[in-house]
């Protein structure tokens, strides 16, 4: 069966550091990769997604990236944390384009920026 | 592009009946619904495709008007552990397919009281 993992699963920064956030998934191959933000009681915005490794699409312009070095391996990166990133962040999966797929999210990581 | 979801909020007594719709100004490849508890990642429900199939669990219900690109969830006897914040996903057709990814909607609040 195909788990999804992420870690850290809480973390809390002083504005202006770096970020480093990963998301691995395990039992299948090349999934489409999904970063999503949640501000505190709002919806799931859609930050970066992969269709395969080495490509990111960003939906959001910010001080945020990602990378896939790896199938199953998906980063959410910054620079320098402002107070503004502060949110859940959620990895997704799902296979393939297909909209018969269910996409399927991680546990979370909750970012709190000082 | 954000759906748009109606209602906010829905408190309920055990054992009533609820719905929540989903609406989109873009034509729609499929429609998507999750149920979020309190700290916790997103659990898929359903799935609607374009042409009538659908794919979720036997107690939950949904609908999906293809010609008014909205979607409703229909929860009937409403249990305690219904309660959560309800999301509709969707996807955006493009030529007849998409890139496999969901834009959500803002959120429906349900509460179930004893």
């Known amino acids: 069966s195909q788990t999804i993992h992420q870690w850290p699963a809480t973390l809390v920064q002083p504005v202006g550091s770096p970020l480093s956030l990963e998301c691995t998934v395990e039992?299948?191959?090349?999934?489409?990769l999904y970063w999503y933000r949640q501000a505190a009681g709002r919806g799931l915005q859609l930050l970066f997604y992969s269709v395969g490794i080495g490509q990111i699409s960003s939906e959001v312009p910010q001080n945020l990236s990602a990378s896939r070095p790896q199938d199953r391996q998906f980063i959410l990166s910054s620079k320098k944390l402002l107070l503004s990133d502060s949110g859940f962040y959620l990895c997704a999966w799902r296979l393939g384009t297909s909209g018969y797929n269910e996409q399927f999210f991680g546990p979370g990581t909750r970012l709190t920026v000082l | 592009q954000q759906p748009v979801q109606s209602p906010q909020a829905v408190i309920l007594r055990e054992g009533e009946d609820a719905v929540i719709n989903c609406s989109s100004s873009?034509?729609?490849?499929?429609v998507h619904w999750y149920r979020q508890k309190h700290g916790e990642a997103p659990v898929f429900l359903m799935i609607l495709l374009k042409g009538g199939e659908q794919k979720g669990h036997e107690k939950i219900s949904a609908s999906f008007n293809e010609k008014k690109q909205q979607s409703s969830l229909y929860l009937t006897a409403s249990q305690l552990s219904y309660s959560g914040t309800y999301f509709c996903?969707?996807?955006?057709?493009?030529?007849?397919?998409?890139?496999?990814?969901?834009?959500f909607g803002q959120g429906t609040i349900l509460t179930v009281h004893p």
């Open positions: 873009k034509a729609l490849y499929s």
């Open positions: 039992g299948t191959s090349n999934p489409n």
């Open positions: 996903g969707t996807e955006i057709e493009i030529g007849g397919t998409s890139y496999g990814k969901l834009t």
